[in-house]
């Protein structure tokens, strides 16, 4: 059919035609918000899933839904950087959340407070004062300026949640990617949104990240689970699988035979990213704004190659030739998370030797820790690209030191 009305979205973070199977986290998400409008707290949410199962899309829902109730969004993607650069990073968000909670003409003594206390949050890492000028104050001395991540975010945040409540209104944080917050930074965060709940301030953050971020290191942990849930987002059921391939046809007049549907569930297994994919390569194959189970099958080749060279391709490039082996003997394994002595076994070295590429391998994103000991993809059908991929699984031969050499 024509592409020009193909209604599917496999993008990452592409809002899709239908969001189905979210009711509960958007339902708990009205609740924190109203919750908090009553002053009233309320745990926040921090939701895990792996890539492609749709949680920027979720965040996305989220700010939607809080712009249409008058909060200010702030919405931040964080990536692994240092903490200066997220103090940088994040002091330019909130000042622009600032300057949206009351234009600068009317800032009250609250706001001029909150203004200054930015200023002095920013200060170390805008000596030349460049962004921070139009703020147009003086930095606010003892306040955020104790040169410690956690004190000064919470003086921020303390002073902008003071101004946001005399304006009636809330501010939310959106942060996407939360599991390459440093521990450092996450604490910051920790500390300064309990704060707010402490003081029945209106300024809460939802994030969102990979599921490693909910065993969350040290300190921060047992803060963490008081201030959050920890919804996990996966694939969708059968009947919502359906609907998102089902709904968005409706709406340019197609539509799916029923056993059409059964196939996409049992090809995609119902991951929301996928499905996009697949109903996107239906489209096109599809002559009939009937699609049938044919056009489904007629549809694969175009969908696994898509799958393959963008999306499974760019995670196999950049590992080095005992990091493919190993992912490949995971494969050989089987789809489910894997011991790490089993795997070593499978490739006829020790659990030892094969330590540091299994902690390479994840602190890549290509495998992630479900419990202690074991390994898992960290998108699925990985294992079965990873067949076609490299066909037979070949393992580097040890390297020896030769008798004499210096040890390094
Ligand atoms: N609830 C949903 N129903 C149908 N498709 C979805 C849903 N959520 C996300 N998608 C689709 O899945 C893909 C991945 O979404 P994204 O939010 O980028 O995932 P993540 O952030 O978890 O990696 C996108 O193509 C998006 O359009
Ligand atoms: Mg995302």
Redesign the pocket.
Known sequence: MDALSNPY????????Q?????DDQLGSFDLLLARIERGRAEQSMIIT??????????LGQFRSKALGRRWVVIELEVSKNDDLQFRRDLGAKLRTALYELSPKARWTDRFKHAAAVLKSFSVSVDPDGTWSAGLDVEAAEGFADHHNLAMDLTDVLVALGEAASEQGRGVVLLF?EVQFLSKIQLEAVIAALHKMVQRKLPITMVA?GLPQIAELAGDAKSYAERLFKFPSIGN?SAA?AKA?LQRPAEEEDASYEPAALDEAVAITGGY??F??ELGYAVWTVADDPTITREDLLAALPAYESKLDESFFRVRLDRATELQRAYLRAMAELGPEPQKASDVADAMGRTSTNLGPTRAELINMGLLYTPEHGFAAFTVPHFDKFLKRAIPTLVVPPLKTRKRGQASA
């Open positions: 979205t496999p993008n990452a973070g592409a809002e899709p239908a969001v189905v199977g979210r899933g792996l890539r492609g199962v749709g949680k920027t899309v979720l996407d969102a969708l919502d998102a929301p990213y499905l996009q």
